[in-house]
C-alpha cells in the first residue's frame, strides 16, 4: 500500500517503527494502567487486558491524576513502556510523563485513521506518523 | 518559546540530566499552553506526597531525581503525607511507613521543607501579585482568590520541576487577561456556617465549568469560610479562582446564575450517605484548621470529654500546633486527636477500619466515598463536636 502520512505537532522528539494500539477513549495511568507488567486495567476500558509495551499508543487524550506522569517513568525503566504515543490532543499529564519517561510523543493527530495492528511509522521530530501497513485481517 | 541564555543552557543538558527533565517539563508545558517565556516564582508546593495517593510508581523517579543531586531553587513546601508519627505510625504496619518515609526521605535530599500541610498559606505571609507554582488546589484557590497571589492549578510533577528551575510558564491566571470574571453569582440565602459555604463550592464547581465568578451575597464570609468554599469549589470544579462582590466589573456583561436556599441544602444532602449518629471517625481539619479555628474548637469543647471509643481527629500543620500549644493541650486533654502532617483524605482510613466519616469540611465529604472508601455525613463544626460528646 501507499503509506499514509499524518501530521501533528511535535511533543517529544524521537522516531521508531511499531504496531499501533489504539484506544477511541481517553487513557488514566493512574489506576487505568498496571505499573508491574504494562497491561490496561482500568474497569470497563475497551482495551483492557491489552499491554502497551513497545506499541505506538493511541488515544484521544490522558485523564486523571497527575500522578499518571510518573506511571510513564516507571512503565519506561521496567521496559514496559510503548514505542511512542500519538494523542488526538495532548495534555499535562500525558506531556510531563513522555518527557520523563523519554517517550516520543507527537499530538493534533486524528487518531481515528489509525487502526490496532497497523504498522506506523513515528519521527516525532517532525510531527509526523506514517501508516506503513494496515493491519491483517 | 523565549528562553534566556541560562535557561537555554539547562534545557541543552549542561547542568545534568535531572535539571534537564526540569526544564523540558516547563517549557513544553508552556508551549502546550501558548506560553512565550518563564517567568520567576516565589514558591513551589508540591502534592503527591502521601504513599496511599502515589502507589510505589514515583519513587522510581523521586529516587533518580534526588540522587541526581538537583536542588530546590525557592521556598519549596509539601502537601500532608499519609501518616502522623504521633498516633497513625503506630496503627499502620512497618512496610506503608517505611515506604512513606522514603519518600519524604527523597523530598527533603532536594531541599524540600516537611511543612505536610495542605494550608501553606498559613506558614508565611505571601505577597499580593506575587507568583507562585502550587499544586493542591484548595491552596491554589485560596492564593488567588483570598491572598491575592497568582498560580495556576499545577500537577505535582509540574510543581516539582518548578521548585527546582525556580520559574514557571507564563500561561493561565499568570495573566491578567485570564484572571477576568465571565459569571456574576447571586447567592440569594445567607449561608449559616463553614459547611454551607462548602456545599456552595461544590455545587458552583459542578456548574461553572473554567468561568471565573464574581459571588455576591458572602457578606459577613470569615477567610475559614472563605478556605471551605474554595476547597470544594476545586473539587469539582476546573476554576481556579473567584472574586468576592464589590469588584469593578461591568455587571451587565457577565453571565448570571443565582443560587438558592434549595440548592444548598440539596448539595448538602448529596454529601450525606449515611443517617448513622455513631461514625467510626468525626474529622475536622480539611483543609488543615487555622489557629482561629483551633481556638474555635478548644473553646467549643470546653471542659467535655469525648466519649470512649469514638475517634475525633483534628488535622492541621505542624507550625499551626505550635503556635496553637494552649488550645490544642485543651482539645487533648478531652480526648481528642490533634494529628499533624497528614488528613482523613490521604491517610490510609480503610486500613484503620474506617467506614464511616462525619465531617464539617464537604471536600472530605465529597472525595471520602471513592478515595477513602467511606460513607459520609456533613454536619457544621458545632453538630460535629457534640455527635463526638454524645458517643
Excluded at chain 1, 97 to 112: L, R, S, V, Y
Excluded at chain 2, 97 to 119: A, D, P, R, V
Excluded at chain 2, 252 to 260: G, P, T
Aim: net charge positive.
Amino acid at each position: 500500500m501507499q503509506p499514509i502520512t499524518l501530521k501533528g505537532r511535535r511533543i517529544v522528539e524521537g522516531q521508531c517503527k511499531a504496531e499501533a494500539l489504539v484506544s477511541k477513549k481517553p487513557i488514566s495511568f493512574l489506576g487505568g494502567v498496571d505499573p508491574a507488567d504494562g497491561k490496561i486495567i482500568e474497569k470497563g476500558h475497551e482495551l483492557r487486558g491489552e499491554c502497551v509495551k513497545d506499541k505506538v499508543l493511541c488515544f484521544p487524550h490522558g485523564h486523571g491524576s497527575t500522578v499518571g506522569s510518573y506511571v510513564l517513568y516507571s512503565l519506561a525503566k521496567k521496559n514496559l513502556a510503548p514505542k511512542a504515543i500519538i494523542n488526538q490532543t495532548a495534555d499535562p499529564v500525558v506531556v510531563v510523563g513522555a518527557i520523563i519517561a523519554n517517550i516520543p510523543m507527537i499530538d493534533q493527530i486524528d487518531i481515528k485513521q489509525i487502526e490496532t495492528g497497523d504498522l506506523v511509522e513515528v519521527n516525532a521530530c517532525k510531527g509526523i506518523v506514517k501508516i506503513l501497513k494496515r493491519r491483517e485481517s | 518559546m523565549h528562553l534566556t541564555k541560562e535557561e537555554e543552557r539547562i534545557y541543552d543538558g549542561e547542568f545534568g540530566w535531572a535539571n534537564q527533565i526540569c526544564m523540558k517539563i516547563l517549557v513544553r508545558l508552556g508551549e502546550l499552553f501558548n506560553a512565550t517565556k518563564l517567568i520567576p516564582i516565589s514558591s513551589a508546593h508540591v502534592s503527591g506526597v502521601s504513599y496511599k495517593t502515589l502507589g510505589d510508581a514515583p519513587i522510581d523517579f523521586l529516587e533518580a531525581i534526588a540522587n541526581a543531586g538537583v536542588k530546590t531553587s525557592v521556598k519549596a513546601t509539601l502537601n500532608p503525607h499519609g501518616i502522623d508519627k504521633e498516633y497513625l505510625c503506630k496503627k499502620l504496619s512497618s512496610d506503608i511507613c517505611k515506604k512513606q518515609w522514603q519518600i519524604l526521605e527523597y523530598f527533603n535530599k532536594m531541599g524540600f521543607k516537611n511543612s505536610l500541610t495542605c494550608t501553606p498559606y498559613y506558614l508565611e505571609k505571601l505577597e499580593r501579585g506575587a507568583h507562585l507554582a502550587w499544586a493542591e488546589s484548595s491552596a491554589v484557590v485560596y492564593a488567588n482568590s483570598v491572598i491575592g497571589a497568582w498560580t495556576n492549578r499545577e500537577g505535582g510533577p509540574s510543581a516539582l520541576a518548578a521548585a527546582i528551575i525556580g520559574k514557571t510558564p507564563d500561561y493561565g491566571v499568570h495573566k491578567a487577561e485570564n484572571r477576568q470574571p465571565k459569571v456574576l453569582v447571586n447567592v440569594e440565602t445567607s449561608l449559616r456556617n463553614e459547611t454551607e459555604f462548602g456545599a456552595l463550592g461544590i455545587f458552583l464547581g459542578k456548574i461553572l465549568e473554567d468561568k471565573i465568578p464574581v459571588i455576591q451575597g458572602l457578606q459577613g464570609a470569615s477567610q475559614d469560610h472563605l478556605k471551605q468554599l474554595g476547597a470544594s469549589l476545586a473539587s469539582t470544579g476546573m476554576v481556579n479562582m473567584f472574586y468576592r462582590n464589590n469588584r469593578k466589573v461591568k455587571v451587565n456583561e457577565l453571565e448570571k446564575i443565582s443560587v438558592a436556599k434549595e440548592d444548598i441544602r440539596r448539595a448538602m444532602e448529596e454529601l450525606t450517605t449515611t443517617a448513622t449518629q455513631k461514625p467510626d471517625l468525626i474529622f475536622i481539619g480539611c483543609p488543615h484548621c487555622s489557629l482561629r479555628e483551633i481556638r474555635q474548637i478548644a473553646d467549643c469543647i470546653g471542659t467535655r470529654k469525648v466519649k470512649a471509643e469514638t475517634e475525633l481527629w483534628i488535622c492541621t500543620s505542624r507550625f499551626i500546633k505550635e503556635k496553637a500549644w494552649k488550645y490544642t493541650e485543651k482539645i487533648e486533654q478531652s480526648g481528642a486527636h490533634i494529628i499533624t502532617d497528614t488528613c482523613a483524605v490521604v491517610a490510609w482510613t480503610d486500613k484503620l477500619r474506617i467506614k464511616t466519616i462525619m465531617t464539617n469540611s464537604a471536600k472530605t465529604a465529597h472525595y471520602a466515598p471513592t478515595l477513602s472508601k467511606a460513607e459520609t455525613t456533613l454536619m457544621p463544626l458545632k453538630d460535629c463536636l457534640e455527635t463526638a460528646f454524645k458517643g
